[in-house]
């Protein structure tokens, strides 16, 4: 679908998210012949420099971010870019993006707040008392939304002042990814799985999120997040969402947003006692990723010495539903782990009965493994003949590489994001009854950390975490399938 001329005016547009993410996500888009003519990048930044100034900046530090650079596109791509220099909290400094912003209804407007996020409401506001809140206008909400229920359900409402709901595009980049909407493919393009999806035949299921960075620069924001605010309540739980919800009626935004809404608010809670038992909170150490020394998380940078913050977490998860009851989602994500991938793992039960001559329990359960990171890919693993006389079985896999499989370009997450808001669709942004209930769950377990006296487990860097993680999973008879 061809795109409506807009003006995209980036808050933050100096800052990381903007040249590391979304300028070359544009630039990639626009050198793929997708942009309007006309159609327009306005920066907004605190910094009283010209536009000049600033589009060194976006030379110096966007521009080595491009992935496939064609100088000829990126010169083209540049003269896109308008820079507006406000100040977001002070309304009497708006005329200059009125000045910036043409005034044609048929030219959508989309306002993307790259900021922290206690600057949302007061930017709507703003916006608002400008005169720039139009029928026209989008706004795009970048995590963190919020760091409590408290803070969400107050983003939400302030927002929710200026803006309908229809207009709110609430980002999480992990549901821009290839494999995510893949993995929708997979069970509603597919007779094969959706019988099967269920607590009859599927014993568990495991997500992981593992990333061998450590917080690098970002320790101010980091140290007052952790591993669950920054991942779990966000990430990891919309993953569980699409691997668990019901099959919604069709693609439209509210019939998946409902159908993911359902999972959260299924979620069984955590008491005290199942607190303790199911999660596992862990902080990095000294130790070595690929070979390489690495400093412990106290050490890096900027790091508050006694730091109690979270780089690891490791969570039982169950949903109350028939078709899930009993079934045990395990949910991981780290920073400096053994390695850098994202997975989903759905292990079918054992056969019931063995025909051959070798007992049931040296039958490997079938697996389906989701592979989001590095590669993108599935293998489905099935019991197979050995060759030879003699009837012995044994794992083998069905492979299937995207990339392998489907030569076309693809696409980095922001940049089907952004194209998404872009053309006005929803479905792969969280609605704010989601936000909320993701916020609700997660909650009791933030609220727990606070009052128990307690650090975090430690681990060394370049592991799978902490061994209570292990434990978590071994109490169950099974084991993280990189421990296995
Ligand atoms: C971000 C987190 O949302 O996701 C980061 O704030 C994390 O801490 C990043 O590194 C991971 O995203 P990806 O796409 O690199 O897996």
Known sequence: ??????????????????????L???????????????????????????????????????KPHVKKLVEEGWAKFVKRIVYVSLNATDASTYGALVEALRNDDKITRVYYLATPPHLFAQICDNLASAGLATANSRVVLEKPLGRDLESAKQINAEVGKVFAESQIYRIDHYLGKETVQNLLALRFGNILFEPLWRREWISDVQITIAEKIGVGNRMGYYDTSGALRDM???HLLQLLCIVAMEPPTSIAPDAVRDAKLQVLRSLKRFTPTTL???????????????????????????????????????????IDTWRWAGVPFYLRTGKRMADGLAEIVVRFKQIPHSIFNQPTSSFQPNSLVIRLQPDEGLSLN???????????????????????????????????????????????????????????????????????????????????????????????????????
């Open 1 to 22: 679908m061809a795109l409506t001329d807009f003006d995209l005016v980036l808050f933050g547009g100096s800052g990381d998210l903007s040249m590391r993410k979304l």
């Open 24 to 62: 070359p996500a544009m630039y990639a888009r626009d050198v793929a012949n997708d942009l309007p003519q006309t159609a327009r990048i306005i920066c907004v930044g605190r910094n009283d420099i010209a536009q000049e100034e600033f589009l060194q900046t976006v030379e110096s530090t966007a």
């Open 232 to 234: 779990l309540q966000n």
């Open 276 to 318: 303790a038992q199911n999660i596992v909170r862990g902080q990095y150490r000294a130790g070595h990723v690929d070979g390489k020394a690495v400093p412990s998380y106290r050490d890096e940078p900027d790091a508050p010495q006694q730091s109690r913050t979270e780089t690891f977490v490791a969570i039982k998860a169950e």
């Open 382 to 484: 099935l019991m197979a003949k050995t060759p030879g006389d003699s009837m012995r079985l044994k794992q083998a896999e069905l492979e299937l590489d995207f990339r392998e499989q489907f030569k076309t370009p693809r696409m980095d997450a922001y940049e089907r994001l952004l194209l998404d808001v872009l053309r006005g669709q929803l479905t792969l942004f969280m609605r704010g009854d989601e936000l909320e209930a993701a916020w609700e769950w997660v909650e009791p377990i933030l609220d727990h950390w606070d009052q128990e006296d307690s650090v975090p487990i430690p681990y060394s860097a370049g592991t799978w975490g902490p061994a209570a993680a292990s434990a978590l999973i071994g109490r169950d008879g099974l084991q993280w399938r990189e421990e296995a």
